[in-house]
């Protein structure tokens, strides 16, 4: 099984700043990985898959890097409606996997 | 509108069995794999189980593996979770999700999300 490891747990941060995300791969899984967003109370919505590409809905102000096990979400200036959690998914290989998510809260 | 509706969660005791459901509709279901992930409270997600688009191919999480049966019924556009032996750390709410990818087998990022269906195992 992939494990992934994501850092910080908490980013506090705020609005108008800049928010970096690291999701790490226990091994190499290509560009085989997904962000999600989720809000309290709301079910998680996809943000990034395959490492960079942009999920419907969201603007510019997000963005993916990396491959191979090191991987980084990007948001350029925080707006209040981005302070959620944040979780990384491989599709590599099965079992599916998730991060324990990164929760990006207001300073 | 994609929409996504899972029903069958409830109380349950430990041991016991449970079978959830998930009713499709706005895709046409029989193009993409399907999944349930599920979050325990205040816990992070986890994938439990994945179906490809013609029932071919299915994947359980390890935690699961022998336990929980996925299945699907493209004349009906819905998706069942036949879960056995639930223990308490199966509580949980239980999403069903809809696979990004199509004319894949199974994709596996998820594009769609149900609001869940919430499993409470207690005795």
């Known amino acids: 099984e992939i494990v992934l490891t994501q850092s910080p747990a908490t980013l506090s941060l705020s609005p108008g700043e800049r928010a970096t995300l690291s999701c790490r791969a226990s091994?190499?899984?290509?560009?085989?990985l997904a962000w999600y967003q989720q809000k309290p109370g709301q079910a998680p919505r996809l943000l990034i898959y395959?490492?960079?590409n942009r999920a419907t809905g969201f603007p510019a102000t997000f963005s993916g890097s990396g491959s191979g096990t090191d991987f980084t979400l990007t948001i350029s200036s925080l707006e209040p409606e981005d302070f959620a959690v944040y979780y990384c998914?491989?599709?590599?290989?099965?079992?599916?996997?998730f991060g324990p998510g990164t929760k990006v809260d207001i300073k | 509108e994609v929409q996504l509706v899972e029903s069958g969660g409830g109380l349950v005791q430990p041991g016991r069995s449970l079978r959830l459901s998930c009713s499709a509709s706005?895709?046409?279901?029989?193009?993409?794999?399907m999944h349930w992930v599920r979050q325990a409270p205040g816990k992070g997600l986890e994938w439990v189980s994945g179906?490809?688009?013609?029932?071919?191919?299915?994947g359980y999480a390890d935690f699961v593996k022998g336990r929980f049966s996925i299945s699907r019924d493209n004349a009906k556009n819905s998706l069942y979770l036949q879960m056995n032996s639930l223990s308490t750390e199966d509580t949980a709410l239980y999403y069903c999700?809809?696979?990004?990818?199509?004319?894949?087998?199974?994709?596996?990022?998820?594009?769609?999300w149900g609001q869940g269906t919430l499993v409470t195992v207690s005795s």
């Open positions: 999700v809809k696979d990004l990818f199509t004319s894949i087998a199974v994709g596996g990022s998820f594009d769609y």
């Open positions: 706005g895709f046409t279901f029989d193009d993409y794999a």
């Open positions: 179906i490809s688009w013609n029932s071919g191919s299915t």
């Open positions: 091994q190499s899984i290509g560009t085989y």
């Open positions: 395959d490492a960079s």
């Open positions: 998914q491989q599709r590599d290989s099965w079992p599916f996997t």
